[in-house]
């Protein structure tokens, strides 16, 4: 409402001056302004509060599914005797298309190298990967990705993408193309506000 002043001093202002009519008017102005910007700021309110409940709501679904993804590859690659961290080391071996050393492969999969020399010790005694001196330098040991381990990987790809299709059968090729192009940008936006922290420490 109109504060105390106004409310308290302009009628009397308005009646010495003859102008009672201007006041009524002015009042009835202020209010309905009153009235608006409350109005206004109740909704601008609710928006906020539910612009919130559905971030809150969409972490909860990422979180999720992030749990049942790495749930459900666990499964499928215990056919085969396969860790999820050595299958990322595949992974990353296949899609850099080219043999590795040690360290770049250690950083790509977030593993300390201590840690990687155990994965791919394994996957060695596994047939899965081999290890070869670089020509150019002996002193750098290199992991190349056999064929037994394209076609484990080709093979676990393919369970994959099947259940896809499965989980993804409800939903009509639009949904599908919307979907995608939903969580196309969730990457790129947390990276912006990755950068964005990164500017300023």
């Not at 979180?63 to 749930?71: A, E, N, S």
Request: charged residues 30%; hydrophobic residues 40%; glycine residues 4%.
């Amino acid at each position: 409402m109109p504060g105390p002043f106004v409310a308290f001093a302009m009628p009397r202002l308005y009646e010495l001056l003859g102008l009672a009519q201007t006041h009524k008017l002015v009042d009835r102005c202020l209010c309905l302004r009153y009235n608006f910007v409350r109005r206004n700021n109740c909704e601008a309110n609710f928006l906020m509060a539910r612009r919130e409940e559905c971030i809150e709501a969409l972490e909860r679904v990422l979180r999720q599914l992030t749990w049942q993804g790495r749930k459900s590859l666990a499964q499928e690659l215990s056919y085969y005797g396969v860790t999820v961290p050595q299958f990322y080391a595949l992974l990353s071996l296949k899609k850099r298309d080219r043999a590795c050393p040690m360290s770049e492969l250690a950083q790509a999969t977030q593993q300390a190298s201590a840690t990687m020399t155990g994965i791919i010790d394994r996957l060695v005694r596994m047939g899965l990967v081999e290890r070869r001196r670089k020509e150019s330098d002996r002193r750098v040991v290199m992991v190349h990705l056999t064929r037994r381990g394209e076609q484990l990987l080709e093979e676990v790809g393919a369970r994959r993408r099947q259940s896809f299709y499965k989980a993804l059968a409800k939903f009509d090729d639009e949904e599908i193309d919307q979907l995608l192009r939903l969580l196309e940008a969730l990457p790129l936006a947390f990276s912006w506000e990755e950068e964005r922290d990164e500017k300023r420490r």
